[in-house]
Nanobody
C-alpha cells in the first residue's frame, strides 16, 4: 500500500514561515501529481497548491506570492514553503497525491496524508 506522511507543521507568529514536507512510500510506479489542501475549523477543505510531474505548479489565489510548492522526484516528496503567514492560514494541511502503483499500472488512485496542524498566532 501507499502511505503519505506529512511533517513540518507547528505554531508561528504572523509574518513567519514554515516548510511542510510530504513523503510518499510504498509500491509506487509513478506519482502523477502531488498537492496540498487545508481545512480550517468549521470550514470546507480547500485546495492550496498542486505540482504536476512535469514541473507545472498551480496555486490558489489566497496563497499566490506567499507559498511555493516543489517536488523532489527522487525522494517521492513534495514540499510547501509558506512565507508571510497570516492568521487566516491557520488550518490542518493535508498532502494528497495521484499515484499509479506497480500492482495496477492503469489505475491511478488518489491518496491522502493524515494532516499536519499549522497555527499562525501572535
Amino acid at each position: 500500500q501507499v502511505q503519505l506522511v506529512e511533517s513540518g507543521g507547528g505554531l508561528v507568529q504572523p509574518g513567519g514561515s514554515l516548510r511542510l514536507s510530504c513523503a510518499a512510500s510504498g509500491s509506487i510506479f509513478r506519482i502523477n501529481a502531488m498537492g496540498w489542501y487545508r481545512q480550517a475549523p468549521g470550514k470546507q477543505r480547500e485546495w492550496v497548491a498542486r505540482s504536476i510531474s512535469g514541473g507545472t505548479a498551480n496555486y490558489a489565489d489566497s496563497v499566490k506570492g506567499r507559498f511555493t510548492i516543489s517536488r523532489d522526484n527522487a525522494k517521492n516528496t513534495v514540499y510547501l514553503q509558506m512565507n508571510s503567514l497570516k492568521p487566516e492560514d491557520t488550518a490542518v494541511y493535508y498532502c494528497n497525491a495521484i499515484i499509479t502503483t506497480i500492482a495496477n499500472i492503469q489505475g491511478p488512485n488518489i491518496h491522502w496524508g493524515q494532516g499536519t496542524q499549522v497555527t499562525v498566532s501572535s
